[in-house]
């Protein structure tokens, strides 16, 4: 048994104001001779969402046994391009490591230094350094394993390390870095973190670019690509850099180039519709260009993709479709949320362990009950609930890694009505009107209604899928309005005990295909975490019900 690893991202921001703005999602990850033990993402124990400042919280966490350190532990931590340094509050956890002039394929040592809860005795850590591209490439491995032989590991993220992308070669058991820059496809990544019209679009403030990917990617849903608006995109640099133009200056250009089609930011204006999916077109473009050309030249046959770039489903569908690789890879986490994880994979690989395949169930710093009983009558009186258009919480066992919710922290309801999926995301979540929710739903229902190959990555809620149009009606409240639905997909008890024998059971008592199935929290609040969170939000929600631990409570 080797010594377990604490992994940390938890980089300094370059501003401490209110929300966060270059840095976000600081997490942690224990593990131990390849399992993960303990994972936390910051949010769900502070309450604030895409919180920053694990500095502030780690030695709470620590002194309060919540994070049950062990005496001795290696120590990894995640970079970023703000620095490489991470000081707790009052200086008892210090890390500290050279900065980057080019980017490693190798863990970077570093120094640090753990004090006791004085401050007076303590002791030199083995500390390393894990670049940003390669935590979010290395995340994938505790969910699939080792990473197959000649295989593409793509990194693609708002910001890394020393750019936004990065490619890599996995061959004879080695990795060898292939690109990272920030040109090739920095202009696609600000299209959701640092543009105007986007921001304009949506309505968004300067502190709220965390949510604009998925607010983008599902307004761009309800637009058509066109020719004449990616011109005049690309004759104005795409409008990136916020700094750079005013809402003003924008339907200037627009009254200038195509007459009085948008007069004001409206997200029911038709030309905006299909300037965000013009904007989705020209990213899925780029992306796929990009693999497209790494594969004329060396002829991969799998692709690892992290980053939060690997977030947006259309994108991950299209390279799916392509065939360009026998299978893809996405970590549930490909996000910032999955970096401590990633660095924890590396560093427990170098150290000779064998990573385990996890459960996308990690999430469990905090958690006094961690269990999940299935009885038969808590099954059956939950689906008679939702069989009468009920909203039900679920908050079961423990939550998952990663910014989706995938069964033990949802909100779940029929799937067959819109007018019941409008309230769950509208009334109850308040959020925006164009925005899809998505259903889950039992593997071979996934096959039928689509007819399509289902991939691993179903699994996650990481592909959208079309659904064949004689399906529609039977699930209204979730194909979205280009025809499409966001399938998780269930394919047996193990994946998830409680919303597999919910599924089953519905689907041969009343013929359900599918419940939506959407994050358990309200608009700009993270997902509920324990079971008095869930019970405080669902009274706040006016949930009809809530399981707990696989009991069901009827609130009202």
């Known amino acids: 048994m080797t010594k377990p690893t604490l992994a940390i991202y938890g980089i300094k921001d370059r501003n401490c104001g209110k929300y966060p703005y270059f840095v976000h999602d600081h997490n942690l990850c224990l593990m131990q001779d390849g399992k993960i033990?303990?994972?936390?993402?910051?949010?769900?124990?502070?309450?604030r969402k895409y919180d920053n400042r694990l500095d502030l919280f780690i030695e709470e966490l620590i002194d309060g046994k919540t994070l049950a350190l062990p005496d001795e532990f290696d120590l990894v931590c995640a970079n970023d391009y703000t620095g490489n340094s991470?000081?707790?509050?009052?200086?008892?956890?210090?890390?500290?490591?050279?900065?980057?002039?080019?980017?490693?394929?190798?863990?970077?040592?570093?120094?640090?230094?753990?004090?006791?809860?004085?401050?007076?005795?303590?002791?030199?850590?083995?500390?390393?350094?894990c670049p940003h591209e390669l935590a979010h490439i290395?995340?994938?491995?505790?969910?699939?394993?080792?990473?197959k032989e000649?295989?593409?590991?793509?990194?693609?993220?708002?910001?890394?390390?020393?750019?936004?992308?990065?490619?890599?070669?996995?061959?004879?058991?080695?990795?060898?870095?292939?690109?990272?820059?920030?040109?090739?496809?920095?202009?696609?990544?600000?299209?959701?973190?640092?543009?105007?019209?986007?921001?304009?679009?949506?309505?968004?403030?300067?502190?709220?670019?965390?949510?604009?990917?998925?607010?983008?990617?599902?307004?761009?849903?309800w637009g058509k690509y066109d020719m004449d608006i990616e011109n005049w995109l690309k004759e104005n640099n795409y409008f990136n850099f916020c700094g750079k133009y005013s809402g003003t200056e924008i339907l200037s250009s627009?009254?200038?180039?195509?007459?009085?089609?948008?007069?004001?930011?409206?997200?029911?204006?038709?030309?905006?519709?299909?300037?965000a999916a013009t904007l989705q077109r020209i990213f899925e473009n780029a992306v796929l260009g990009k693999l497209e050309s790494l594969q004329q030249k060396y002829n991969c046959d799998y692709l690892y993709y992290g980053g939060g770039c690997a977030l947006n489903i259309v994108t991950n569908s299209k390279i799916i479709e392509s065939g360009l690789f026998k299978d893809v890879f996405i970590a549930p986490c490909c996000n910032d949320s999955g970096l401590s994880i990633g660095a924890a994979a590396f560093l427990e690989m170098e150290k000779g362990n064998k990573i385990q395949v996890h459960s996308p169930y990690l999430c469990n710093v905090g958690l006094s009950?961690?269990?999940?009983?299935?009885?038969?009558?808590?099954?059956?009186?939950?689906?008679?609930?939702?069989?009468?258009?009920?909203?039900?919480?679920?908050?079961?066992?423990?939550?998952?890694?990663?910014?989706?919710a995938l069964g033990n922290r949802s909100l779940?309801?029929?799937?067959?009505?819109?007018?019941?999926?409008?309230?769950?995301?509208?009334?109850?979540?308040?959020?925006?009107?164009?925005?899809?929710?998505?259903p889950i739903m039992l593997l071979e229902n996934a096959r039928k209604v689509t007819g399509q190959k289902i991939s691993e990555l179903s699994r996650f809620m990481l592909q959208d899928f079309t659904v064949k149009k004689e399906y529609h009606e039977k699930l209204a409240g979730v194909v979205h309005a280009n025809n499409t639905a966001r399938i998780q997909t269930i394919a047996n008890e193990n994946d998830n005990p409680f919303m597999f024998r919910l599924l089953t059971y519905m689907n041969k008592k009343y013929g359900v295909l599918a419940l939506i199935n959407t994050s358990f929290n309200a608009q700009g609040e993270p997902i509920v975490h324990t079971k008095e969170q869930a019970y405080s939000s669902a009274q706040r929600m006016n949930l009809d019900g809530i399981v707990i631990n696989g009991k069901l409570e009827i609130l009202k």
């Open 138 to 147: 290395f995340s994938c491995v505790p969910f699939y394993g080792t990473f």
């Open 254 to 275: 627009i009254k200038e180039r195509f007459g009085n089609v948008c007069e004001e930011f409206d997200t029911h204006n038709q030309f905006l519709q299909d300037c």
């Open 412 to 438: 779940v309801a029929l799937a067959d009505s819109k007018e019941l999926s409008k309230k769950i995301s509208m009334e109850v979540k308040k959020r925006e009107w164009y925005r899809p929710v998505a």
């Open 369 to 404: 009950e961690k269990n999940c009983d299935v009885s038969d009558s808590a099954i059956k009186a939950t689906a008679d609930l939702l069989m009468k258009h009920k909203i039900v919480g679920i908050c079961n066992g423990i939550a998952e890694a990663g910014p989706r």
């Open 150 to 221: 000649n295989s593409l590991l793509v990194s693609f993220d708002g910001a890394s390390s020393l750019g936004n992308y990065s490619a890599f070669l996995f061959r004879n058991g080695k990795i060898s870095l292939i690109e990272n820059n920030w040109t090739d496809l920095g202009f696609a990544s600000k299209f959701f973190n640092d543009n105007k019209l986007s921001f304009c679009m949506l309505g968004a403030k300067p502190y709220e670019h965390c949510s604009v990917p998925g607010k983008l990617m599902g307004f761009a849903s």
């Open 86 to 129: 991470f000081i707790s509050q009052s200086g008892r956890l210090h890390f500290e490591a050279n900065h980057q002039e080019q980017l490693s394929t190798q863990l970077i040592p570093a120094r640090a230094y753990y004090n006791d809860a004085e401050g007076w005795n303590g002791k030199y850590l083995n500390a390393f350094c």
């Open 37 to 47: 033990i303990q994972y936390l993402q910051l949010e769900r124990y502070t309450r």
